[in-house]
């Protein structure tokens, strides 16, 4: 197996686990299970607190979230069903116990403060429901993701969250009236980022359904497009705000072989990749751009200064599929500052 660098890499591995009328069981009776027993709270989740005793700060969490209070000792019953442990007592060897019994049982566990202990990780998490963002650091600094979440919490809507509903109440409408992937995605982002998204944020939300409605009669039709983006000198970090938006975009990326791996990061993560050589790639343009797909072309340096890109763009246009040239930073070859290339 090849080995791989793994400075960028995760240990963990980011999910969303489904708890919908589902008991989460909380550990222990002070502010720490207090704290866990809020944040469960935020979920549609049966809480369960399991402490012989517990303080004010536990007791006032219990009545705000309607969780169960069991006041004695972890049982297998208790865990019957379970879906999430937290192990929140003030004392360590209680929090081993439950996180024991937990793992007998194949229940994932965290270990207050004892990260080598625990299955999950909580993080901080910026509330929109139903769009969640969970920020984690693994366990290595809780602060800085609190910082994070502040960011975050400052740069979203509360609106966010209805907006987030009503296109859930769309969506089956707008799937079966758009039949192309492409199409639907262009859609989906003048939703967000057009009228309907400001009707919400204004607290409007029957004129957001109108101006939805609208939306769908102008839809967009399938149409081949491809886009040649310029990624600079090919390094991750230079990659213009533009190119990124439209590697998000992408149904189809093709690239020549020594495109960097870190630039595929930045892509779309279902967008096929095909590695393609320049005998072959005006065919491979001209296939994958068909029935409306949007295909992203990598190009290292400015398109239009490339033979190969410059072919490919003559060979698409004469058979009439739309191309886009994004311009990307060019490095002087004295190290100079970056600069963008002209459009």
Known sequence: MASREIGNQLDV???????????????????????????????????????KQINAQTMAAIDQVGADWISHRLTQEVLAGAVLIFA??????????AADAARAVG??????????QCDFFVPAIVNRAPVAIAISSGGAGPVLTQMLRGRIEALLSPHLGGLARLAGSLRAQVTNQIT????????????????????VESGH????????????????EDQARVSFVNIGPGEAD???LRAHRVLQEADVIIHDSQIAPEIFALARRDARRIAINSGRSIAALKNEARDGRHVVRLVIGDPRDDATAADEIAALRHHGIQIDIIPG???????????????
């Open 205 to 220: 939300v029957l004129l957001a359904r109108r101006e939805a409605g609208q939306l769908l009669l102008n839809a967009p």
């Open 13 to 51: 591995f980011p999910a969303f686990h489904q708890v919908a009328g589902r008991r989460v069981v909380v550990v222990g009776g002070g502010d720490a299970a207090a704290a866990r027993l809020r944040l469960v709270g935020q979920t549609t989740a049966h809480p369960v607190l399991v402490s």
């Open 329 to 343: 930073l060019t490095i002087e070859p004295n190290n100079a500052a970056a600069q963008p290339a002209a459009a």
């Open 180 to 199: 192309s992937m492409a199409a639907r995605r262009l859609y989906w982002r003048a939703f967000f980022s057009g009228s309907v998204a400001r009707a």
């Open 88 to 97: 929140a007592s003030d004392d360590p060897l209680e929090n081993k116990a």
């Open 107 to 116: 229940i994932a566990v965290n270990v207050m403060d004892v990260p080598e």
């Open 238 to 240: 230079l990659v213009t």
